[in-house]
T-cell receptor
Framework: AQRVTQPEKLLSVFKGAPVELKCNYS??????LFWYVQYSRQRLQLLLR??SRESIKGFTADLNKGETSFHLKKPFAQEEDSAMYYC?????????????FGPGTRLSVLP | ETGVTQSPTHLIKTRGQQVTLRCSSQ?????VSWYQQALGQGPQFIFQ???????GRGNFPPRFSGLQFPNYSSELNVNALELDDSALYLC?????????????FGQGTRLTVV
């Protein structure tokens, strides 16, 4: 069964500190992994996807198939990074639209 | 180019009633997916429509049904509402050209069943 876990419901860090949001998944095939973010009073939006190997707003995420993880990292957190972060998996079925989301981690960056 | 819009934004219904939620997809997008997000949880996939046909469904009972129209807008219908149906319902649209197509989400409809 497809499943995404995010062990931390809330993560608080100070501005300038490194941050790592953990994500683990279970999937029998070759999944596509994403991070979605929801800032206060805004809609859910894509932050980054593993296939693009990109860095967005200083965030990176590496897919580790051996550990079935896709942790999100940023070396120096900013206050504007405070938001709800969701890790999501797509099995590639049906044009990759069927996302399985984790429960989310609320990141709070303190001044 | 307009984004994904959902209506209404809030809705209160009584247990046993039926509800219809609406979604206008982003211009040029032919695929719409619906998600249910209960409080404190991540969104859960309900179903997806591609060119007016359902082509994917999550673990939801048949009383959750949908439609997609020729202009690619979509409706989510829920019959015989239960208290546990209270949630934020999200619509997402995309125009897939292959894997990893980005889905654009609406702001959601908050449904409360009393």
């Amino acid at each position: 069964a497809q499943r995404v876990t995010q062990p931390e419901k809330l993560l608080s860090v100070f501005k300038g500190a490194p941050v790592e949001l953990k994500c683990n998944y279970s999937y029998s095939g070759s999944p596509e992994l994403f991070w979605y973010v929801q800032y206060s009073r805004q809609r859910l939006q894509l932050l980054l996807r593993h296939i693009s190997r990109e860095s967005i707003k200083g965030f990176t995420a590496d897919l580790n198939k051996g550990e079935t993880s896709f942790h999100l990292k940023k070396p120096f957190a900013q206050e504007e990074d405070s938001a709800m972060y969701y890790c999501a998996l797509s099995g590639g079925d049906n044009y990759g639209q069927n996302f399985v989301f984790g429960p989310g981690t609320r990141l709070s960056v303190l001044p | 180019e307009t984004g994904v819009t959902q209506s209404p934004t809030h809705l209160i219904k009584t247990r046993g009633q039926q509800v219809t939620l609406r979604c206008s997809s982003q211009s040029g997008h032919n695929t719409v997916s619906w998600y249910q997000q209960a409080l404190g949880q991540g969104p859960q996939f309900i179903f997806q429509y591609y060119r007016e046909e359902e082509n994917g469904r999550g673990n939801f009972p048949p009383r959750f049904s949908g439609l997609q129209f020729p202009n690619y807008s979509s409706e989510l219908n829920v019959n015989a509402l239960e208290l546990d149906d209270s949630a934020l319902y999200l619509c997402a649209s995309s125009s897939p050209t292959g894997m990893n197509t980005e889905a654009f989400f609406g702001q959601g409809t908050r449904l409360t069943v009393v």
